[in-house]
């Protein structure tokens, strides 16, 4: 096959180190900033910048007095870049694999409150069955439509619930979607509290109750609300806002709180105490969790082998299993 005028380009001027350089600046956003982050002098990263605009003879970067923004060729550089330096790690990773089938890594994307509920035995037995395949669980919100770390490919797969409005399209067409179950909100509480020993419980008894919760734009938060108008009862008053997890579950262990929250997240407990859900209505009645992941990336073994138990994890624990 004859060689194109950008092959010819690729092969004299484009190194592995140059890429470094660009997604550095384009990070940064200047060249300063990310001389310092490469440990180099700013000269010899702008000598580089140059190369590469040279090379494709398009400018990467606009400068201006605040540092440099990407031009449309750098931003299609760096969408382009991102994809080939991902994939060539994850061949990397491969051939490692294939050298020994026991050693890689997977780096997951987690909210707290799944990261409690679904994980915890899964990891446990991974890491029992595999001591030299490194995972690592990054944080973060939920339900979220911005997955940053994924785009960029410093997470392999991502673990999420999602919101029911995007339920048919929570992500955008550039990821593939897979529900592992569904995990309805319920009205919980402490198995010590007095509401826990009742069988039936009328929504209007919990107005005046303390009630801990995640802020308002939160699904719990919203199906409770929901389900107070739809009675057309007033909204109880939130003593405690928070995202804690931690908080959440030792206010409830108390006995003297009320909340709303996944189904899963019954299963913790807290100074001994176990969660129950009262027999509570709530109008939105579907809250699923899925595992999102990049389409067009091929994911390494190791990751594969990860999802593989993962889903097993979800059916054997006895949560409700659900497909899209």
Known sequence: MPKTLSDTRIGRRLRFRDLQVFFAVAECGGMAKAAAQLGVTQPAVSEII?????????????????????????????????????????????????????????????????????????????????????????????????????????????????????????????????????????????????????????????????????????????????????RNLPIPRIRVTTFSLQLRTHLLATGDFLTAMPRSLLRLSADGVRLKALPVKLAIQSFPVAVVTLKNRTLSPVVELFLERLRKSARDNGFNQSRR
């Open 50 to 230: 140059a190369g590469i605009e040279s090379a494709f003879a398009v400018r990467l970067f606009d400068r201006t007095p605040h540092g440099v923004e990407l031009t449309i060729y750098g931003r299609a550089l760096l969408k382009r870049g991102l994809a080939a330096v991902d994939e060539l790690k994850q061949g990397m990773r491969d051939i490692e694999f294939l050298a020994d089938p026991t050693v890689g890594e997977v780096r997951i994307g987690c909210p707290e409150s799944i990261a409690g509920a679904l994980l915890p035995p899964l990891v446990r037995q991974f890491c029992l069955e595999y001591p030299r395949i490194a995972l690592r669980v990054d944080p973060l919100p939920t339900p979220t439509l911005e997955l940053p770390d994924l785009h960029a490919r410093k997470l392999d797969l991502v673990v999420s619930r999602l919101s029911i409005p995007h339920a048919q399209d929570p992500f955008g067409e550039d990821l593939n979607v897979e529900i592992l179950f569904d995990d309805p909100p319920v009205v919980a509480t402490g198995a010590n509290s007095r509401w826990a020993r009742r069988r039936k419980i009328d929504l209007s008894e919990l107005v005046d109750e303390p009630w801990v919760a995640t802020p308002r734009e939160t699904l719990t938060t919203i199906a409770v609300e929901q389900a107070f108008q739809e």
